[in-house]
Nanobody, 126 residues
Framework: QVQLVESGGGLVQAGGSLRLSCAASGGTFYNYAMGWFRQAPGKEREFVAAITSNGGSTGYADSVKGRYTISRDNAKNTVYLQMNSLKPEDTAVYSC???????????????????WGKGTQVTVSS
């Protein structure tokens, strides 16, 4: 069983930056593909970014491409989401997710992931 704990959320002005972290425990982290998703009030959870188990491939939603960067440190069992040029529409609860997989393609669907963190709130003021 993998446990995921997110941190780094908060309140930031439009144009600002935040870095989210997701610490994993209970599994062999380097065998897990990781993803970030977000859910705004009244909306469905949506894909934000994902990275393969070895960090060799990444993928992004069109809405964050060029502003967000996903990375991982397998030695620290942690995946990161660097968010720059934040917009009010980025406001949401951000959750990380894990899937036991060493396949070299990026997973973008909620249903592909087996483990989820509780999320961290990101609020961007205008």
């Amino acid at each position: 069983q993998v446990q995921l704990v997110e941190s780094g959320g908060g309140l930031v002005q439009a144009g600002g930056s935040l870095r989210l972290s997701c610490a994993a425990s209970g599994g062999t982290f380097y065998n897990y593909a990781m993803g970030w998703f977000r859910q705004a009030p009244g909306k469905e959870r949506e894909f934000v970014a994902a990275i393969t188990s070895n960090g060799g491939s990444t993928g992004y939603a069109d809405s964050v491409k060029g502003r967000y960067t996903i990375s991982r440190d397998n030695a620290k069992n942690t995946v990161y989401l660097q968010m720059n040029s934040l917009k009010p529409e980025d406001t949401a609860v951000y959750s990380c997710a894990a899937k036991f997989s060493v396949m070299r393609y990026v997973r973008r669907s909620v249903g592909e992931y087996d483990y989820w963190g509780k999320g961290t709130q990101v609020t961007v003021s205008s």
